[in-house]
């Protein structure tokens, strides 16, 4: 069984700051694929990042990026710059098969940027 | 990356009826799945939506109450049946594509249950 925790239920962060969202979860499948969703007050769920349980070095898609340690089964996601668009609910999910299967999602952090 | 759209995107629905909710991609994809969203909560995998057979329930979930539809690779249905307040929530399809490791979800619809 897989399962996805996030600690941080709400953070509020200046305006133009990085901000970190933790994530950890826990698998005994050697070949997952990890996957940060942003999820704004209109209800979509727009995929910001992915990361494979065997890539070497961590996902970056602009201003985010996945800090992934293994070891720790920690994956957070680090938002460069913080913008007051980037106020929404994230979510970290998982999935087996390198990410080709359904998706375990973590309850979320709901991110609140002030100007 | 998919296109994918939901009807309808909102509803309000009485106590004991059904609604049937459409998931339409752009192009073909190898995996359909359908989500819950209950106010305030994360997302639940309801079933994955598999082509020309019977859809894949978790548990919790039962045919009878969540039927599921899906004739080709582009396109699915949920049916929310004899709804509750309960059942008021998101609805989310997303999609597996052929592009490994991209799952995209649908708009979501917004059901109210009175």
């Known amino acids: 069984a897989q399962k996805i925790t996030q600690t941080q239920p709400g953070m509020f962060v200046q305006e133009k700051e990085a901000v970190t969202l933790d994530c950890t979860y826990d698998t005994s499948d050697p070949s997952y694929g990890l996957f940060w969703y942003k999820q704004p007050s209109s209800g979509e769920m727009i995929f910001l990042i992915y990361?494979?349980?065997?890539?070497?070095q961590n996902a970056t898609e602009g201003r985010y990026s996945l800090n992934f340690q293994k070891a720790r089964k920690s994956a957070n996601l680090v938002i460069s710059a913080s913008q007051l668009g980037d106020s929404a609910m994230y979510f970290c999910a998982m999935s087996a098969n390198f990410g080709n299967e359904k998706l375990t999602f973590g309850t979320g952090t709901r991110l609140t940027i002030i100007p | 990356s998919a296109v994918i759209s939901q009807k309808p995107s909102r509803d309000i629905c009485q106590r004991g009826t059904s609604l049937t909710i459409q998931c339409q991609v752009d192009s073909q994809v190898t995996m359909m799945f359908w989500y819950r969203q209950q106010p305030g909560q994360s997302l639940t995998l309801i079933a994955t939506a598999n082509q020309g057979s019977e859809a894949t329930y978790e548990s919790g979930f039962v045919i009878d109450k969540f039927p599921i539809s899906r004739p080709n690779l582009t396109f699915s249905t949920l049916t929310v049946s004899n709804m509750s307040p309960e059942d008021s929530s998101i609805y989310l399809c997303s999609v597996l594509t052929k592009h490994p490791y991209e799952q995209y979800f649908g708009p979501g619809t917004r059901l109210t249950v009175t």
């Open positions: 990361q494979g349980s065997y890539d070497q």
